[in-house]
């Protein structure tokens, strides 16, 4: 959280006499904010001014800067932002202070003013302690409660999951994305999950020393799959073990690095049962050597 922007009209005045205990709230509301770094905005479409009991009229922003510091005022009719409720008021104070939308938020009262945030694509509080003038928004009965809400919200959740360990009392916080926190993990003493392993063209399985090697072969339309074993029990380091086959029907030749299996060796696929009147025109197209023998391109 970067910046509250504020609108003036019945968050920190309304016209007429100023209720001295609700000014004196917000100003402590203002204080807060800029003790915790935060930079409160204020953003009215005309200039608004106070009069003193010995009758001179000051400006609200002379007023309010007598209390709390220079603090930035955009007001439209000066020409320093768009009007309200126009989406270009906010973007114009957000490109100003150099914020976020997501690191602002905007209080106000009324209906323009949940317009103009919700055009600025801003979070909308709406103050009701001068009275409610429209339903939408999270409401706030006092200045207070935006403290604290900004207090434990907007600064004091590092992380949506905490745990209280005290004894033999164990309490967990259970609410979206807890899960994901590194602190439940060690809470929980979760062990880290393994690595998965990258997966490569060929599979190597290894038992001990001895390994077998998984590799797909395409048979034009079709693709088989065949495990090939070492000849030896044991492979010694940097040594290069011959290759057979697992079976014995199946006819290996490796010459220049291209393998070629006979057609005898390849399974024929199943086929669902057929009527007898489809099984005999199937049989008619078929030809009595589905499977020619077919080459398997590829280095082993």
């Known amino acids: 959280m970067q910046g509250v922007i504020f609108s003036l009209r019945d968050v920190l005045a309304r016209n007429g006499p100023i209720e001295k205990n609700l000014f004196n709230e917000t100003i ?27 009758g001179t009229r000051i400006s609200f922003q002379e007023a309010l800067e007598g209390e709390i510091g220079a603090v930035p005022f955009y007001i439209a009719e000066n020409g320093d ?12 104070i957000l490109t100003a202070q150099c914020w976020s ?30 009275g409610e003038a429209n339903p939408y928004g999270y409401r706030f009965q006092s200045p207070k409660d935006v403290a ?27 609410a979206p994305f807890t899960t994901l926190s590194p602190q439940y993990v060690k809470a929980h003493d979760i062990p880290p999950a393994p690595e998965k392993p990258q997966s490569t063209g060929l599979a190597m399985r290894r038992s001990g020393v001895a390994c077998s090697l998984r590799a797909s072969i395409s048979l034009g339309s079709s ?14 380091p940097q040594s290069r073990p011959s290759y057979r086959s697992p079976s014995a029907s199946w006819r290996n030749r490796f010459a ?8 005898s060796a390849i399974p024929k696929p199943r086929s669902r049962r057929q009527p007898a009147h489809q099984a005999a025109a199937s049989a008619s197209r078929t030809s009595s050597a589905p499977y020619a023998s077919t080459g398997v391109h590829g280095k082993d």
């Not at 904010?33 to 005309?46: E, M, Q, S, W, Y």
């Not at 106000?108 to 801003?122: C, H, L, P, S």
């Open 148 to 174: 604290r809400f900004v207090d434990c919200i907007c600064l004091g959740l590092d992380d949506w999951f905490w745990a209280l360990k005290k004894g033999d009392l164990r309490v967990y916080a259970l």
């Open 28 to 54: 402590r509301l203002l204080r807060f904010l800029k003790d915790r770094g935060i930079t409160p905005v204020f953003a009215t479409n005309h200039n608004w001014y106070v009069k003193k009991s010995d």
């Open 101 to 130: 939308n997501r690191e602002a938020m905007y209080v106000g009262n009324t209906e323009d003013d949940m317009k103009t945030a919700v055009n600025g694509d801003v979070l909308f509080l709406n103050a009701l302690w001068h």
């Open 223 to 236: 693709t088989r799959s065949i495990t090939l074993r070492p000849t030896l029990a044991t492979v010694l």
């Open 81 to 92: 932002m768009d009007w309200k409720p126009r989406a270009g008021a906010v973007r114009t």
């Open 256 to 263: 220049n690095g291209t393998c070629r299996i006979s057609s």
